[in-house]
């Protein structure tokens, strides 16, 4: 079946280390997205990518990189510029305007 | 510019109430789509409902449904007989044909609490 894969679903960092989340799709979709959702919010856009070896920051790119090296991979790497990366990572995937978004499951990332 | 617009930041409800959610849209696009989607507890955003711009119908699929209207740039849903299970945040979506790549503009998303 095709979708989007997210991994960790948990993850656990010391402060100052920098951590990189997984997102993969094998939807053959174009553009993908790194989105941040802190407690009782909505969804802030980090980082998008329309095609391999291309991305723009997003809303709050800060503390954050990417790349997109293959089709199917968008990994982000949370820095330790990032002041407060505690947070729920979602990365998603898009054919286009009339597709809509599929998102993968979620990354939930505590720094201690 | 574009922009969604849910006013409701948080909804509680009874069990078997009606509730609806509301969600107002801007855009200067002509050709545009709307959406949908549901987050609950677990995370993960599910995709409901997706509406283009020439198609102003309602829509209905079990207890729910959905209102269109471009005389007011709105697209409410509505839970009918709402259930424990409802309980989730609900988000609208807006993406425009020209943005290439199909970005989606969100609204901030409505927490709806169902209890029984």
Known sequence: DG????SPKYLFRKEGQ?????????LNHDAMYWYRQDPGQGLRLIYYSQIVNDFQKGD????????????ESFPLTVTSAQ?????FYLCASTGGAYYGYTFGSGTRLTVV | ????????????VVEKEDVTLDCVYETRDTTYY???YKQPPSGELVFLIRRNSFDEQN?????????FQKSTSSFNFTITASQVVDSAVYFC????????????????GTELSVKP
């Open chain 1, 3 to 6: 979708g989007i894969t997210q």
């Open chain 1, 18 to 26: 920098n951590v990189t989340l997984s997102c993969e799709q094998n």
């Open chain 1, 60 to 71: 709050i790119a800060e503390g954050y990189s990417v790349s997109r090296e293959k089709k």
């Open chain 1, 83 to 87: 002041k407060n990366p505690t947070a």
């Open chain 2, 1 to 12: 510019a574009q922009k969604v617009t849910q006013a409701q930041t948080e909804i509680s």
């Open chain 2, 34 to 36: 709307l959406f949908w």
């Open chain 2, 59 to 67: 829509e209905i699929s079990g207890r729910y449904s959905w209102n």
């Open chain 2, 93 to 108: 979506a807006l993406s425009e044909v020209w943005n290439q790549g199909g970005k989606l503009i969100f609204g901030q």
